[in-house]
């Protein structure tokens, strides 16, 4: 008997070194594996909040949130009268207009992607090159910019102020202040509606938060996004928008994707080794906002992931990992802001007329 037990202990002790060297430091059962991975995923990712309190140590009021949501309809902000920023960041289609490159005034196509504005407030700078350091700086240049909605600043401070209700929505929104209606509250105020822009409660951040809302398929592909390295720029409360890296930094995709004329943070710093150097884009619904890549060229969730593997990576995904790292990025949409339309203040013979 003693003989037997002996025998059998040594035999387990055996196939236990086996399993163990097979698979290090791993532990044997579904639910062991997914602790410990949610261990991980909570040392690397963060969920997104359900509200945002302050921006720059400012309290955010909900005046300024209200006045904020009908500049965010607001199409004339831009000299067609057409435009408005919700004509490019959709907030019933993901935050983004789901197009390769914005079409902004004249018809005109822009230079890159637009990415969404959900969660933007968590990104640790604005735009694919991080050249706004804010989402109140980011606001000014859109208004402005002659392929978006070409407008001036004093253009859109005669029109704000030739609508009585706007002056009203601005006094209550900046209160105390001599000359409220300005181009600098304006952007204020479009930041303090963005910062309600986000989408907590994904099946991921339930995940994190305990629950068993994953699939095993989501799972394996949580695991490979973090032991093959995404995780590395892919991190924080975005899974991105944190940090700047080179589109490349192995092997550079093809020109259709990145083209040669978009230098990215380059023209930022103007320094030789941010030449196509961009921020790593935030996934939170990703799978909401094709195409991809601030060329918007990739339209196939599996396809960016393929090329982040080659080009960032060195390393050739094989279709079962893409599709698991794929299908765990689906895990980050999350309740979707509800944003009821906005009833805007009417015209008045003061208002500049479009053009
Ligand atoms: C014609 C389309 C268009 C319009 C209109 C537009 N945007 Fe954008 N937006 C873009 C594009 C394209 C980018 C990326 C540009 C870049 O990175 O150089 C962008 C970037 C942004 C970002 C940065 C997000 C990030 O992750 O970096 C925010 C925030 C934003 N826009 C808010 C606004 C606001 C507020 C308005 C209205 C005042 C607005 N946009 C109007 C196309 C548009
Ligand atoms: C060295 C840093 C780095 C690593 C590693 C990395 N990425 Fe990226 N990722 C980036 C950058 C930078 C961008 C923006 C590229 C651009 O300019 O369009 C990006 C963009 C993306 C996009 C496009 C998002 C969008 O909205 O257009 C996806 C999807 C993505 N990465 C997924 C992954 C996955 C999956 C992995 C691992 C296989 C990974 N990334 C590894 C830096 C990285």
């Excluded at 700078?125 to 001036?152: I, Y």
């Excluded at 929505?169 to 105020?189: K, L």
């Excluded at 090329?307 to 050739?316: C, F, K, P």
Aim: net charge neutral.
């Amino acid at each position: 008997m003693r003989h037997r037990s002996h025998a059998l202990a040594a035999a387990l002790a055996l196939s236990c070194a086996t399993l163990q060297a097979a698979t290090p430091a791993k532990p044997a059962t579904p639910e062991a594996d997914a602790t410990v991975l949610r261990e991980t995923a909570n040392a690397l990712f963060a969920p997104v909040p359900a509200t945002i309190e302050t921006v720059r140590g400012q309290a955010i009021t909900a005046a300024q949130v209200e006045l904020g949501k009908s500049l965010w309809f607001e199409p004339r902000l831009s000299r067609s009268h057409v435009i408005s920023c919700n004509t490019c960041h959709n907030v019933a289609t993901g935050g983004a207009d789901n197009v390769p490159t914005s079409i902004g005034h004249g018809w005109q196509k822009g230079p890159r992607n637009s990415p969404t504005v959900l969660n933007a407030v968590l990104n640790v700078a604005q735009f694919w090159d991080g050249r706004a350091a804010d989402l109140k700086e980011q606001a000014k240049g859109p208004v402005q910019a002659s392929v978006e909605m070409n407008n001036t600043p004093a253009r859109v401070e005669a029109t704000l102020r030739s609508i009585p209700g706007y002056v009203d929505a601005f006094t209550r929104a900046f209160p105390g202040e001599r000359e409220p209606v300005n181009f600098e509250n304006m952007a204020r105020a479009l930041e303090a509606f963005e910062t309600t822009l986000v989408t907590p409660d994904s099946r991921f951040d339930r995940f994190l938060a305990g629950a068993d809302s994953l699939d095993a398929t989501e799972l394996r592909g949580l695991s490979l996004f973090v032991d093959k390295g995404c995780s590395a720029c892919h991190s924080g409360a975005n899974i991105g928008g944190q940090a700047y890296y080179p589109f490349g930094v192995v092997e550079r995709p093809g020109a259709q994707v990145l083209p040669a004329g978009d230098k990215g943070r380059f023209a930022v710093t103007q320094t030789a080794s941010d030449e196509y150097v961009f921020r790593a884009a935030p996934l939170r619904n990703v799978a909401l906002t094709a195409p991809y890549f601030h060329s918007g060229q990739v339209w196939d969730l599996r396809q960016a992931v393929a090329i982040m593997g080659s080009s960032q990576l060195g390393h050739e995904l094989d279709a079962s990992e893409v599709e698991a790292i794929t299908r765990f990025l689906g895990t980050l949409s999350g309740r979707q802001p509800q944003v009821a339309n906005p009833v805007l203040p009417a015209s008045t013979s003061s208002t500049p007329r479009p053009e």
